[in-house]
Structure formats: C-alpha cells, structure tokens
C-alpha cells in the first residue's frame, strides 16, 4: 500500500536528489493537517483566493513560510500560524509533500484573450525568462528561485500580480516582479493571469 501510494514521490525524489526521501514526504503529509483547512484537501484550494500549493516548487514554499512566519505584518491569516511553523524540519517535509503532488487545472475557452496572455507571456515583459517556458517555475541552485504559476486560479494569479503592481507585497527575490509589474498594463495582466490559469 504504501509503495503504491508513495512510489511515485520516491521516484520524484530520486530526480530532484540530495537530501528529499519518502519519510520526509509522509511526514509532510501528516503535518499538512494543518494546512487543509484553507489550502485544500491534496493541495488544492477550495476558495479561488487562497493559492494552491500542490505541484509548487519546495524551496519557494519554504521560502514563503519562511518570510509569513517572520514578517512584522503579513497576510494575517499565515502569519497567525507562526508558533506551528517554527520547526525547519516541519516545513521542509510538508514543502516536499506538496511539491510531490499533481498540480490543479482550470479550463477556459476565452481563446483570444489566452493568445493574448501568451504574447505577455513570451514576448512583451519575457516572464518566461524566469518561470520557465511550461510556468513551472524555476529552481535553480543558486537559491533564485521562481515559483510555478501555472495551477493556480485565475483570481489568485490576479491577486499576486496586483499585490506586487502596488508593492503590497515585496521579497528579496521577488524585487523583479515589483520592477515590472507598473509598467504592465490592467488588459496585460487579465489576459497573462487567463493564460496562466488555463495551462
Ligand atoms: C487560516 C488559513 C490558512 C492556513 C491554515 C494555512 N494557510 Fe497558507 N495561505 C493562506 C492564505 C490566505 C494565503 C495567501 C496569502 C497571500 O496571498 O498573500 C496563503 C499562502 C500560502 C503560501 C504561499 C503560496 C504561493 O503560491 O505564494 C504558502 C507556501 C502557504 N500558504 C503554506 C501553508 C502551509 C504549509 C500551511 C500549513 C502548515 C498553511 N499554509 C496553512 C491561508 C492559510
Ligand atoms: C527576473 C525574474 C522574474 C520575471 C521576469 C518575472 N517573475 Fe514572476 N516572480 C519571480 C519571483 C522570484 C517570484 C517570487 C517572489 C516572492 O518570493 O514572493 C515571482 C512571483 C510571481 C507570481 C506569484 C506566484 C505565487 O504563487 O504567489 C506570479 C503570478 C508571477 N510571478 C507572474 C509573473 C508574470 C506574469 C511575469 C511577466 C509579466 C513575471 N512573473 C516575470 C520572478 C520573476
């Protein structure tokens, strides 16, 4: 049963290497209780506004806890969980859990506004530069990593795009995305945030 189940994510951690195994994986798993209540059951959000975290690259969401957990003021429903996230280990696990698990797909059928999207996408502002050329984010070894943003909804994508147009939202890693963001116009960022949701 177990092989069964974990196979897959041994096999995933095989590729990815060094220091990610099946225990890490499963421990993750259990401590994801935590998590389901608003991030979904396997990862996937129930509310459109909340990302999804299944598929996502491991070291982002490392990062991400990270920088909710010690932030003065973050978004208040994360940084409330600060006394849980407190144990390194923890986060690791619950980090390769996710990344091991399918990412989610929304279909649109807007097919002129994801052409649209797509030229932003590759063209006009090059995030595929950092994101990749299929979304799924970046991670290399240097510690630059871009996270994956496709299997998300189209709200979130939004919300993030918005959030770092208006420097709600700013990370050392993420200064890019600040820089580009106000030089995007609102009908680029509905038509990239189609074009990424539907992937
Ligand atoms: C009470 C609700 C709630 C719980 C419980 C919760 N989260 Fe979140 N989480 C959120 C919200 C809301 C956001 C979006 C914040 C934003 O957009 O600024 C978020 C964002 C995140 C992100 C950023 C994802 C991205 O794409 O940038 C990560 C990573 C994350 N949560 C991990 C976790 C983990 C791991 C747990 C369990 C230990 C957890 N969260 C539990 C509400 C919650
Ligand atoms: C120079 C590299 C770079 C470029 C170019 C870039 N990004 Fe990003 N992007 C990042 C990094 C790094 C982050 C994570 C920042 C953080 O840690 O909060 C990010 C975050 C995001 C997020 C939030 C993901 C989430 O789960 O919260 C979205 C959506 C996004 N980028 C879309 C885009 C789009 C659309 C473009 C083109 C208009 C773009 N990016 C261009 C590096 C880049």
Do not use: W
């Amino acid at each position: 049963m177990i092989i069964k189940r974990y196979g897959l994510a041994i096999v995933a951690a095989l590729f990815i290497g060094g220091h990610v195994n099946a225990a890490d994986i499963m421990a993750g798993e259990a401590f994801s209780a935590n998590c389901t209540s608003c991030h979904g059951n396997n990862g996937i959000s129930p509310s459109a506004e909340v990302p999804n975290l299944a598929g996502q690259l491991p070291d982002y969401i490392v990062k991400r806890v990270n920088s909710f957990r010690d932030a003065k003021q973050g978004d208040s429903l994360m940084h409330g969980l600060a006394n849980l996230l407190n144990n390194p280990q923890d986060i690791e696990n619950v980090a390769a859990y996710y990344g091991s698990l399918p990412r989610a797909r929304y279909k649109s059928t807007n097919k002129s506004l994801i052409e649209a999207g797509k030229r932003v996408y590759f063209g006009t502002y090059n995030c595929s530069l950092c994101h990749g050329s299929d979304g799924r984010g970046e991670s290399p070894t240097n510690g630059a990593t871009s996270p994956m943003v496709v299997g998300q909804s189209k709200r979130y994508i939004l919300k993030a795009l918005y959030d770092f147009r208006t420097n709600k939202r700013t990370s050392n890693e993420g200064y890019m995305m600040n820089l580009i963001l106000p030089s995007v116009s609102e009908e680029n960022i509905d038509a990239v945030a189609e074009y990424l949701s539907s992937q």
